[in-house]
């Protein structure tokens, strides 16, 4: 089964930082374009940032300089590292593959 999990949420700060993990299984990571989306409360889910399988990093302009993508082949898992987070950056984070979508991991950015 192809599958995939994001984890690492949690509340933070404003200012804070967190690593968002997506750990795949049923293919391998490296050989195909892999994306993070975040939907918050009310809204409808956004592309933030894609991992090219040609080692191709594309960022969503809000997230740009804030948000870093990198991927460890041997744990076949792609992270998202967020950093200086705000208080919209609060939604639900999921990874995603073509057609195939993660659980989703909740990050809350508050005070």
């Known amino acids: 089964d192809v599958q995939l999990q994001a984890y690492g949420g949690g509340l933070v700060q404003p200012g804070g930082s967190l690593r968002l993990s997506c750990a795949a299984s049923g293919f391998t990571i490296m050989t195909y374009d892999m994306r993070w989306f975040r939907q918050a409360p009310g809204k409808e889910r956004e592309w933030i940032a894609s991992f090219l399988s040609e080692d191709t990093l594309l960022h969503e302009n809000s997230v740009k300089g804030r948000f870093t993508l990198s991927r460890d082949t041997a744990k076949n898992t792609m992270y998202l590292q967020m950093n200086n987070l705000k208080p919209e950056d609060t939604a639900m984070y999921y990874c995603?593959?073509?057609?195939?979508w993660g659980q989703g991991t909740q990050v809350t950015v508050s005070s």
């Open positions: 995603n593959r073509a057609n195939v």
